[in-house]
């Protein structure tokens, strides 16, 4: 039987080191579908996974995480094709304007706190976030809630009694406890929406499994480490590509320190592919998959307990599900 498995932000970073490597472990029976919001960029990275891989099935789903009605559209589209989605991959991720605080990073560099800051980004980055068509914060919109609205219109081909499916996110290290306020989940009132989304993510999953695990679906949550995609580049808008890799060497070096510079989108992509393998009911909600790299290059994945609770995931669940009721009442009555 083909898996079919669906991977939102697919066209570059880690999303598509991801595809590369599930074609590279089974070429014949998978059934990919790349979902991407620019379909340009989505034909090139579909032309290259099949230079590489000339028998597989890889399909284009245009989709934009942010977008209500595209996530919606995309959603009928998927149910229309497919009668099961094994695989669920929930990637596609913004950081919009970040800002480096060079000052904070120097002070982090000679405290005891240094490696957690190489760890996760912690004390350093901060966004602008912006505002979507639909009226809802931009980052909250395209890294959660583009996401929730995906599972909830998939349902139908996810939920399946005598058969289990996996939602697999994309989380990071960057998502802290402190970024988040349940009353405030689109995070209008502060500086680290992505921090935010991140640890709404993790949330997330925990109530995805509360709730869903009794009709066959299953959530896990992964951080692919500090990973040189686009993303990260943008952290230093002054500072060409060109120049991350001269630091190479460098952050080579660091990784003997913290084995979560990762670097490379396949590195970053090991625990996304080790969730593959795993039979997802014998997985802990609780804890976050992290893809570690070894000073040695050696790619692992280890799991380390969330720092979430139950009533808070639970809290954030009926505000997406009252949000969601909220955005489908106002998109019934533009379109009447
Ligand atoms: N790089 C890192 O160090 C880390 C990354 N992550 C997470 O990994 C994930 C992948 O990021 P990464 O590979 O690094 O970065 P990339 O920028 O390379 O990949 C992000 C992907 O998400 C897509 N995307 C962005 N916005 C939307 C949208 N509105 N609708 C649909 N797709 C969208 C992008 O498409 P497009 O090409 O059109 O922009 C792109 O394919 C993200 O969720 C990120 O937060 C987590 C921890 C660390
Ligand atoms: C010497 C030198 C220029 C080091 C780079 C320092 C920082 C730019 C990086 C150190 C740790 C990195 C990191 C991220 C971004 C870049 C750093 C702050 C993330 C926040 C990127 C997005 C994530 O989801 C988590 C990453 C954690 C580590």
Known sequence: MNKVVLVTGANSGIGLALCERLLCQDTEGLQLCLACRNMHRGQAARSALLTSHPEAQ????????????????????????????????????????????????????????????FATGEGILTQTDGVTADGLQEVFATNLFGHFLLIRELEPVLCHADQTSHVIWTSSSNAHRSAFNVEDIQHLRGIQPYSSSKYASDLLSLALNTRYNQQGLYSSVICPGFVMTSLTYSILPSFPAFLWTLLMPLFWLIRLFTNTFTLTPYNGAEALFWLFEQNPESLNPHVKYHSLTSGLGNNYTQPRKMDIDLETSESLYEKLLQLESEVKKKLEEKLK
């Not at 209500?68 to 998927?78: K, M, T």
């Open 58 to 117: 890889v399909a284009l789903l245009q989709m934009d995480t942010s977008s209500i009605s595209s996530v919606i559209s995309a959603a009928r589209e998927v149910r229309l094709r497919y009668n099961q989605l094994d695989y669920l991959y929930l990637n596609a991720g913004i950081m919009p304007n970040p800002r480096f605080d060079v000052k904070a990073f120097f002070k982090g560099l000679f405290s005891s706190n240094v490696i957690t800051m």
